[in-house]
T-cell receptor
C-alpha cells in the first residue's frame, strides 16, 4: 500500500474556478502534514502546513482528518500562476524525514 | 530571505565515476537532508543528518553513498561509483527548530 496517495490528475480548470485535491496517508503515527508546490523541474516549495483545526492562507485552505488519515487542499479563484504539481507530504517520525505523494497536476487555463 | 543553495545545477558524469554534490543550508539550521527525484517519479528521502552524524537513511542510501559536513557551511553528498539509475534530481533540504524543511534548487545528475 502506498504511503501517501494522491490522484495524479491532471485537473484542467478555467481561471476563477475552485479546485480541491485529496490525499490519504497510511501511517497513523504520522506527525506533521504539508502541501508543497512543485513547478516543472524545480524544487518543492512549501505551500502550507496542515493542522487538524484546518488552516487558511488567502485563497488556499487545508484540512486534516486524522481519524480518516485524509488531507485536503482547496484552491479558490484559481489563477494561471497556480498551474503546478501539488505534493501531499507527511512527516512520519522523529527524524522528520518527509514522505511525498506522487503529486496532483493542476492546469489552469485562461 | 535566506535560502538553501546547491552546486552544480547540472552534473554529467560517466558510469563508475565519483560525484560530489554540494549544498549550503540556511545558516542557523541544524538538520540537513538529501532527497532525490527520478524524472517523472516522486521525491524520495535519502538521508537525514544532525550533529555531524546520520540520523536516518533509506534503503536507497547504500554503501555507494556518503554525506559529510566538512566545514560550518557545506553539506555534501558523495556517490562513489555512479550507476545509470543514479540519474535524477538531487535536492538538499535544511530545517531549523520547527518542522518545516526548505529545499534547495537541486542538482540534476546525468549518468552516461
Amino acid at each position: 500500500r502506498k504511503e501517501v496517495e494522491q490522484d495524479p490528475g491532471p485537473f484542467n480548470v478555467p481561471e476563477g474556478a475552485t479546485v480541491a485535491f485529496n490525499c490519504t496517508y497510511s501511517n497513523s503515527a504520522s506527525q506533521s502534514f504539508f502541501w508543497y508546490r512543485q513547478d516543472c523541474r524545480k524544487e518543492p516549495k512549501l505551500l502550507m502546513s496542515v493542522y487538524s483545526s484546518g488552516n487558511e492562507d488567502g485563497r488556499f485552505t487545508a484540512q486534516l482528518n486524522r481519524a480518516s488519515q485524509y488531507i485536503s487542499l482547496l484552491i479558490r479563484d484559481s489563477k494561471l500562476s497556480d498551474s503546478a504539481t501539488y505534493l501531499c507530504v507527511v512527516n512520519e517520525d522523529s527524524s522528520y524525514k518527509l514522505i511525498f505523494g506522487s503529486g496532483t497536476r493542476l492546469l489552469v487555463r485562461p | 530571505e535566506p535560502e538553501v543553495t546547491q552546486t552544480p545545477s547540472h552534473q554529467v558524469t560517466q558510469m563508475g565515476q565519483e560525484v560530489i554534490l554540494r549544498c549550503v543550508p540556511i545558516s542557523n539550521h541544524l538538520y540537513f537532508y538529501w532527497y532525490r527525484q527520478i524524472l517523472g517519479q516522486k521525491v524520495e528521502f535519502l538521508v537525514s543528518f544532525y550533529n555531524n552524524e546520520i540520523s536516518e537513511k533509506s534503503e536507497i542510501f547504500d554503501d555507494q553513498f556518503s554525506v559529510e559536513r566538512p566545514d560550518g557551511s557545506n553539506f555534501t553528498l558523495k556517490i562513489r561509483s555512479t550507476k545509470l539509475e543514479d540519474s535524477a534530481m538531487y535536492f538538499c533540504a535544511s530545517r531549523g527548530l520547527g518542522d518545516t524543511q526548505y529545499f534547495g534548487p537541486g542538482t540534476r545528475l546525468t549518468v552516461l
